[in-house]
């Protein structure tokens, strides 16, 4: 969520919140205290944990010995 906030002399103003995104992100566990989200240092971006509707698009591709093919 993201809210304009300004003031002047001894005034607080702040409009009304709005989402930056949308996302569907999973519940933690009652027990645990799973962030769903981490922000970049510099505040300008975030990454997100979100479900997943098509599986096909859930892959995975790891590359093992990477640095060695740039070698070739």
Known sequence: MAARVS??????????????????????????SRANYAVAPDGQRFLVNQLVDDPARATIT????????LQN
């Open 7 to 32: 003031g002047a002399d001894r005034a607080l103003n702040v409009e009304p919140s709005t989402p930056l995104f949308g996302v569907r992100i999973e519940r933690p566990n009652l027990g645990g």
């Open 62 to 69: 790891v590359v093992v010995n990477w640095a060695a093919r």
